[in-house]
């Protein structure tokens, strides 16, 4: 692998707050290391489009706190062929990139890996998603900032439905992983919490309400995945307690793509000043296909195929807990 002289840096897929740090962090740490640095707009679709800009240590003033990405992020069809891919190799070599930091999912590091073996480019991967379903860290850039945006929303919730004595079915991001959910459910004192790695069907959600109800809760709390498979959607399982269990006034919120949005939290502007300066130093060194994560608080790297297959199972002792809490 040769000297690298300029890197470039994009963000790629659904968008999650901390991106803006990350950015932030590879291009101060090139400024540092004295290396080049350019922006990719639209992820894999921008770099194919040739859409490439210097950056700074000056053009990432006061974006810390900022919830997005200032390169904005876009899914490519185009990348997804041999065409694409060999389009997007032509325009690195055309301004002389060197090496590539993807912050994103495992749909980004999977187009990252499939690049990497076709044309042996150094890549490194910082991981970017809400769903925290990324195998090789305990947390994800966004992670901790959707989770405390959920927790504050469901608070909210249930003032309400303590004032009316209303059944509240809260549904939060996560089509494939439960820890929104989960940590959320837990966090804000949910009543029932649905998963899509525990399908525990319509009766047992039943009767733990039932259960609640002789115990002397008026009012109540379900917080579900929108992945979750005891019903065909949330709605479903609000008309079915409503069938069942007419003494509850039953609402749905849907808190939706407001998860992704916001300032991200401390914990996720320090995490992306890490991960920024850990995937810089790597590519400096010679490294590549390796992605940036957390263990144990320390910054540590996983093959990039390991955390696209690897995937990230639900801590198994907060399900217990969560189990003991709706007691």
Do not use: W
């Not at 009543?191 to 009012?219: A, F, N, Q, V, W």
């Not at 019903?231 to 749905?252: F, T």
Request: aromatic share 6%; charged share 25%; glycine share 12%.
């Amino acid at each position: 692998m040769k000297k690298v002289k300029k890197i470039a840096v994009m963000t790629s897929g659904g968008d999650s707050p901390g991106m803006n740090a990350a950015i932030r962090s590879v291009v101060r740490a090139c400024a540092y290391y004295r290396t080049e640095c350019v922006g990719i707009y639209r992820g894999y679709q921008g770099l194919i489009e040739g859409d490439l800009v210097p950056m700074t240590a000056r053009s990432v003033n006061n974006i810390v706190h900022k919830g997005g990405t200032i390169l904005k992020s876009a899914r490519s069809k185009d990348f997804r062929t041999k065409e694409g891919r060999k389009k997007a190799y032509e325009n690195l070599l055309e301004h002389k990139v060197d090496a590539l930091v993807v912050i994103g999912g495992d749909g980004s590091f999977t187009g990252g890996v499939v690049f990497n073996k076709e044309y042996n480019f150094p890549i490194i991967g910082i991981p970017g998603t809400i769903d925290n379903d990324i195998f090789g860290t305990s947390h994800t850039l966004g992670y901790d900032t959707a989770l405390n945006t959920a927790v504050e929303a469901i608070d909210k919730i249930r003032d309400t439905a303590s004032s009316h004595n209303r059944l509240f079915f809260v549904e939060v991001m996560g089509r494939d992983a439960g820890f929104i959910a989960l940590n959320a459910g837990v966090g804000a004192g949910a009543e029932e919490i649905l998963i899509p790695e525990e399908d525990l069907g319509l009766e047992r959600m039943l009767e733990s309400l039932k259960k609640s109800r002789r115990t002397g809760k008026s009012s109540s709390i379900v917080v579900v995945a929108e992945g979750d498979k005891s019903g065909r959607n949330v709605y479903q399982l609000a008309e079915y307690v409503e069938e069942n269990m007419p003494e509850y006034e039953v609402r749905v919120s849907v808190l939706g793509h407001m998860q992704r949005g916001g300032s991200p939290s401390c914990f996720d502007r320090v995490l992306a000043s890490r991960l920024g300066v850990k995937a810089v130093e790597l590519l400096i060194d010679g490294k590549t296909n390796l992605m940036v994560g957390l263990k144990d608080n320390k910054v540590t790297t996983t093959e990039l195929e390991k955390a696209i297959k690897g995937g990230h199972t639900i801590d198994m002792d907060l399900l217990r807990v969560s189990d003991i809490m709706t007691t």
